[in-house]
């Protein structure tokens, strides 16, 4: 079966499932909302403020984050994160945050059993495959699901590089 069928089938199967469920997303406010919520995701939250993403994630979307937890953004090389956050290296941090974004509303049942190719915000293509739990360019969604408003939440625990 081609596989951009089968990502398709599987935005339409997210979004239905994401719409089925209008009670809770309603009150779970948006992406950045629910991560501003959890203190697993502080470095992630701080550097969607920096990189001026705040506004696109809390608009209507759909999407799908895979999120990278704060342990895993401390597994990057020491002052990465630190460097990451300076003004001048906005257009970086931009890049590597928008990596992380895919248009549409993909939850891990839409994913499961799949394998195939994510178009991100950034421009690039995630490698997504769904079997054996779900991995995006090698990172493995420790926690799936997380609802919002406007999508849905994988928490990762790698930090994905364009």
Do not use: F, I, K, Q
């Given at each position: 079966m081609n596989r951009r069928f089968l990502l398709t089938s599987a935005a339409a199967v997210g979004l239905l499932s994401v719409a089925g469920c209008a009670t809770t997303i309603a009150s779970s406010g948006s992406i950045v909302d629910v991560a501003a919520g959890d203190p697993d995701f502080s470095t992630l939250v701080t550097a969607i403020s920096a990189a001026g993403l705040t506004e696109t994630l809390a608009g209507p979307g759909p999407f799908t984050v895979f999120a990278p937890t704060d342990a895993a953004f401390a597994a990057l090389p020491a002052g990465t994160v630190q460097s990451l956050l300076r003004p001048e290296n906005r257009d970086d941090l931009v890049a590597l945050l928008s990596?992380?974004?895919?248009?549409?509303?993909?939850?891990?049942?839409?994913?499961?059993?799949?394998?195939?190719?994510?178009?991100?915000?950034?421009?690039?293509?995630?490698?997504?495959?769904g079997r054996n739990g779900v991995r995006v360019d090698g990172a493995t969604v420790r926690m799936p699901d997380i609802v919002a408003s406007n999508g849905v939440i994988h928490a990762i625990d790698t930090v994905l590089m364009p």
């Open positions: 990596y992380h974004v895919v248009p549409g509303a993909y939850p891990a049942s839409a994913l499961a059993g799949e394998r195939g190719r994510l178009d991100t915000l950034e421009g690039g293509r995630l490698r997504m495959n």
